[in-house]
Every structure is written in structure tokens, then in C-alpha cells.
């Protein structure tokens, strides 16, 4: 099984400011026939369905705002939030889709 | 625009089945897309399930497959989970989705959820 590391657990961060999560994937998700990096990052609120933000490690889904940023490859990955909104508060996942799906454990994100 | 509900009993005994509908609307679940079901138990993570393609083809988590089965039924545009020997450790809000992309796993329309909990 791949295992995903997320960390910091949670961080406070001030409006504006930038924000930086990481994922560590315990074995590459890069699938070198395409070269493409199987891994997605998500929102999750209280008592609302998981937001899909990024997948393919870089591609933004349609609608969602461009301060958010997927970057990374192989083993390490990184979400970006370039300028925090109030409504950026919640808790985000990295997920690898090479093989069975697994998410990290998440990251909280608060305001400072 | 797709929307996607959950349907189905939200308490459940230990040791029985888990049955949960999906209704579709805004597009046919077999024109396109991978249609999958997530879960997330109380204070804990999302979980992938497994999801059927708009073929009829089914994927599934391996540590759940011995218990899931996903299927379908194109005339009335709505896909469904049955999981079986259900214990309490699945207890959890129960998604259904639409796959973004090509992509089995990775979902981006989603149900506003069900919560169903297992107790006796």
C-alpha cells in the first residue's frame, strides 16, 4: 500500500498571507509511460462533500480560484494557497490515485 | 449541471448489508465519466470505495472488496453500493461522485452525503 504523509497537521496562518502544505508519498506516484503524477489535493469543510482542487499534481479544477497551486513530483507534492481567504479555512488532503486511492491524514488550516 | 443524491437507510445492524442509491440528473451515467462512492467515518479521512465507469466496469479498494459490490441501472440513471458484514468501524458519511476526467479515483462532483451508522 502507498502510505501519504501530510505535514504540517495544522497550521494558522494570517490573511493574506501564503500557505504551504506538504504530502509525502511513501513510494513514487509518477507513471513513467505518461509521465504524469498520480496525485489530487481536496477541501474539506464541515458538513459539506469533499472539494476537488487539483489533480494530475498541477491541474487546477474548473472553478476553483488560482491562488491555489499544486506542485511537486515522484515522492513530494505541495498545495499552495498564495494568499489566504477566509474561506480557504478547512482541512486539506493530498490523495494518490496510482494505486487504490489512498488519502493523507490532512492538514487543518486556521487563521492566525 | 450534474447533481448526484444519496438514498438509503441511516442505521444499519451489525452483520447485515449497507445498501446505498445514487440518483443521477443532468447527464446519463452512461455517456461518460467514472461513478464512484467515498466514505468518511466520524473525525477521520475520506476513504475511496470504488467506482463503476460509464461501461459498466468496476473498480474497487482492496481492502474493502471482499465486501463491496457496485453496480447500476441505466434506465433509471442511478448506481448503487451494497456492503456487506458491516461492523461499526463503518459507521460514516457516505458519498457518491462523479469522476473528474478520465481518472477511476479522483472525483469532482459529488452528493451532499449520507450519513448512515451501524448499531444494534
Known amino acids: 500500500d502507498i502510505v501519504m504523509t501530510q505535514s504540517p497537521d495544522s497550521l494558522a496562518v494570517s490573511l493574506g498571507e501564503r500557505v504551504t502544505i506538504n504530502c509525502k508519498s511513501s513510494q513514487s506516484v509518477l507513471y513513467s509511460s505518461n509521465s504524469k503524477n498520480y496525485l489530487a489535493w481536496y477541501q474539506l469543510k464541515p458538513r459539506q462533500p469533499p472539494k476537488l482542487l487539483i489533480y494530475w499534481a498541477s491541474t487546477r479544477e474548473s472553478g476553483v480560484p488560482d491562488r491555489f497551486s499544486g506542485s511537486g513530483s515522484g515522492t513530494d507534492f505541495t498545495l499552495t494557497i498564495s494568499s489566504l481567504q477566509a474561506e480557504d479555512v478547512a482541512v486539506y488532503y493530498c490523495q494518490q490515485y496510482y494505486s487504490d486511492g489512498t488519502f493523507g491524514q490532512g492538514t487543518k488550516v486556521e487563521i492566525k | 449541471q450534474v447533481q448526484l443524491q444519496e438514498s438509503g437507510p441511516g442505521l444499519v445492524k451489525p452483520s447485515e448489508t449497507l445498501s446505498l442509491t445514487c440518483a443521477v440528473s443532468?447527464?446519463?451515467?452512461?455517456?461518460?465519466?467514472?461513478w464512484g462512492w467515498f466514505r468518511q467515518p466520524p473525525g477521520k479521512g475520506p476513504e475511496w470505495i470504488g467506482s463503476?465507469?460509464?461501461?459498466?466496469?468496476?473498480y474497487y479498494n482492496p481492502s474493502l472488496k471482499s465486501r463491496v459490490i457496485i453496480s447500476r441501472d441505466t434506465s433509471k440513471n442511478q448506481f448503487y453500493l451494497k456492503m456487506s458484514s458491516v461492523t461499526a468501524a463503518d459507521t460514516a458519511v457516505y458519498y457518491c461522485?462523479?469522476?473528474?476526467?478520465?481518472?477511476?479515483?479522483?472525483?469532482?462532483?459529488w452528493g451532499q452525503g449520507t450519513l448512515v451508522t451501524v448499531s444494534s
Open positions: 463503476i465507469s460509464h461501461t459498466g466496469s468496476t
Open positions: 443532468g447527464y446519463s451515467i452512461s455517456s461518460g465519466y467514472y
Open positions: 461522485a462523479r469522476g473528474a476526467s478520465t481518472i477511476v479515483a479522483v472525483m469532482g462532483d
